[in-house]
């Protein structure tokens, strides 16, 4: 694994951001596949949340990762999406939604997966109240 010096506060080495990243969302689609309910996701939900939160140099390839992470659609992909971007609000991944909707690509039943993700970039994500962090907000 490549390492890239780390200028957080906790200084020393840390793994490559994009990588920490990857393996944290393949870690939220593993459980994905493994159980129901989102409560059992939001752990890891968190953890991928913290890395993209405190590495904000890298957010042009995050956001690149989160755009690829939408043109396949397996387990857990939309909670994923949609748990990040009610936080983080990426433009460039709305506008990605935003044309897979309109544009569709390969399997038109997706079009309601994508129709979820975009929903949670609004302040009134009907699924907001499944997680922790958003509940009673």
Request: hydrophobic residues 45%; aromatic residues 8%; proline residues 4%.
């Amino acid at each position: 694994m490549a390492l890239v010096e780390n200028t957080s506060k906790h200084g020393g080495l840390a793994a490559d951001p994009v990588a920490e990243l990857r393996q944290a969302v393949q870690g939220v689609l593993a459980t994905a596949e493994e159980t129901c309910g989102a409560e059992a996701l939001e752990p890891g939900l968190e953890r991928t949340l913290a890395i993209l939160q405190r590495n904000p140099d890298f957010w042009g390839k995050f956001e690149n990762q989160m755009i690829a992470l939408i043109d396949s659609p397996e387990e857990g992909v939309v909670e994923v999406i949609s748990f990040l971007m009610h936080v983080l609000r990426w433009e460039a991944v709305r506008e990605a939604v935003e044309e897979r909707i309109s544009r569709p690509r390969g399997n038109v039943s997706n079009i309601r997966l994508y129709e979820a993700m975009l929903d949670s970039f609004s302040d009134c994500w009907r699924d907001r109240d499944l997680y922790a962090r958003f509940a009673g907000s």
